[in-house]
């Protein structure tokens, strides 16, 4: 009786060195710290994101890898995106993104990318699509102050004033601050502490807001401003205290006899 050879199940591309995922806001709510302190969250359903397509710079001018997040039924893509997912036989997903990267040959389609790539403690910058206000005024759009009650006033509290000028220029310049439509707008929040990861449940815990609507998509990065470590030396602050307060009462006491004398 001839031994058959079982053929190996092909090895999983490990996870890509990238600081980089998409998630989905589920919403708010509040944790304690290990100082019994609360902490305000917003829990992100991040992950895991495939890699679809890498680009590089011979081919395409610039290097950056094609992520796809979220379910999705096939039936409801797009044939481009749908031609796409069946090249790379990758299922069809709702959102696809792209992340430059500095080293594309690092990269492979297929590989995932779960939400253990951010850990707690880092910081990280979340990209969204900021809640739509709809049409407003200049007082809740640009902040203006109004105009006074009095004076004649009566239905001018609100008003934006002036847009414009006389002979000179003639117009009103180009950006000029006025009503119209407010949010719903590409926004990013910048420096936001992880507080906690949750692998097994893909869950990242970010402290603080983020941009956009409860199951809106958000993009976190690692964030591009200098991380600043607070360290608070409590011991070292109570020893100078103590010290300082012990000085002029071991001043004022006087020096002992020597004894026999």
């Known amino acids: 009786m001839s031994e058959t050879a079982t053929p190996e199940a092909p090895a999983s591309p490990a996870i890509p060195a990238i600081k980089a995922i998409l998630g989905q806001k589920v919403g708010m709510t509040q944790i304690f710290n290990a100082q019994g302190q609360i902490v305000p969250v917003t829990v992100v359903q991040a992950g895991p994101c495939q890699i679809i397509q890498v ?6 001018g610039y290097g950056a890898v094609q992520v796809a997040f ?3 039924r096939e039936k409801s893509v ?17 959102w696809i993104r792209e992340f430059r990267v500095s080293k594309p040959a690092d990269f492979q389609v297929g590989q995932s990318i779960p939400a253990s790539v951010f850990a707690a403690g880092e910081f990280v910058d979340v990209t969204g699509i900021s809640k739509g206000k709809g049409f407003a005024g200049v007082m809740k759009r640009h902040h203006f102050g109004g105009g006074p009650s009095t004076h004649g006033q009566s239905d001018r509290q609100r008003a934006p004033g002036s847009i414009g000028s006389n002979t000179f220029p003639g117009h009103v310049w180009k950006g000029q601050r006025m009503a119209g439509h407010m949010g719903h707008a590409r926004a990013t929040v910048q420096h936001l502490e992880v507080v906690e990861v949750l692998p097994e449940k893909n869950v990242i815990l970010i402290k603080g807001a983020l941009p956009g609507p409860n199951q809106s998509l958000v993009e976190i990065r690692q964030t591009v401003k200098r991380i600043k470590v607070r360290v608070i030396h409590q011991v070292e602050h109570k020893e100078k205290k103590t010290a300082k307060k012990e000085a002029p009462k071991a001043a004022a006491k ?3 006899k020597p004894a026999g004398k």
Do not use: C, D
């Open 78 to 94: 797009n044939k481009p995106h749908g031609g796409q997912f069946k090249k790379v036989n990758q299922p069809a997903a709702r």
């Open 254 to 256: 006087p020096a002992a």
């Open 70 to 72: 979220g379910e999705i």
């Open 55 to 60: 680009k590089t710079p011979e081919r395409h």
